[in-house]
């Protein structure tokens, strides 16, 4: 998963440990800090495989890893990208990732993520149902003080849902117009 948004971010240009780092933590989701002894190794581990070079490079007059993508690391890229999500836990992030990326996809391809997005966000959004109706008979029937949370909690949850299910859907609509084969980015200002 992480390896997705690794060379992704470094399809734009080299950059260093630190920069990936942050480009790594503002994306996860839930939120969480990455460390030097997880990101190094998952450089060391790209650059083993053939798909980054680690270079020093002294930036700004500190002595730094700079990381630069090869043609094997491009060809990965493009391999995860059109690799399917699993759905398990990393399922949002790797989403996100994807999503960073789909402007260097054509329309067709973004077709298919979103649409994945939306077909796993509704399955999760029938899940929140089903608990939300038997938390509500459960509720009825006791004195349970934890359902009223629970309750209040699975309509966050479906909230958020319904949000990403009409982000989608928005994005979707933009490009209904282009062809699958077209280039499409939200902020191309000729579409």
Same mark, same amino acid.
């Given at each position: ?42 450089? #060391?581990?790209? *650059?083993? =495989? $053939?798909?980054? &070079?680690?270079? %020093?490079?002294?930036?700004?007059? /500190?002595?730094?890893? +700079? ?66 109706? #038997?938390?509500? *008979?459960? =509720? $009825?029937?006791? &004195?349970?003080? %934890?359902?009223?949370?629970?309750? /209040?909690?699975?309509? +966050? ?35």
């Amino acid at each position: 998963m992480y390896d997705l948004l690794i060379l992704g971010a470094l399809m734009v240009h080299a950059r260093t440990g630190y920069k990936l780092r942050q480009i790594l933590e503002g994306n996860l989701e839930p939120r969480r800090q990455i460390s030097n002894g997880v990101m190094y190794p998952l450089l #060391h581990k790209l *650059e083993a =495989a $053939g798909y980054i &070079t680690l270079s %020093d490079e002294l930036i700004k007059g /500190r002595a730094q890893k +700079l990381a630069t993508i090869t043609d094997a690391g491009r060809a990965y890229f493009t391999q995860l990208m059109h690799t399917p999500i699993p759905m398990d836990a990393k399922r949002e992030s790797t989403f996100r990732f994807k999503f960073r990326a789909l402007g260097r996809e054509n329309v067709g391809f973004q077709r298919l993520v979103l649409r994945a997005y939306i077909s796993a966000t509704a399955a999760d959004m029938e899940v929140y149902q089903f608990v939300t109706q #038997h938390l509500q *008979e459960v =509720a $009825g029937r006791t &004195t349970r003080q %934890d359902a009223g949370w629970s309750l /209040r909690t699975l309509e +966050l949850e479906r909230a958020l849902a319904t949000t990403k299910i009409n982000w989608a859907q928005t994005q979707l609509q933009a490009m209904a117009d282009l062809p699958d084969d077209a280039e499409y980015t939200a902020l191309d200002a000729s579409n």
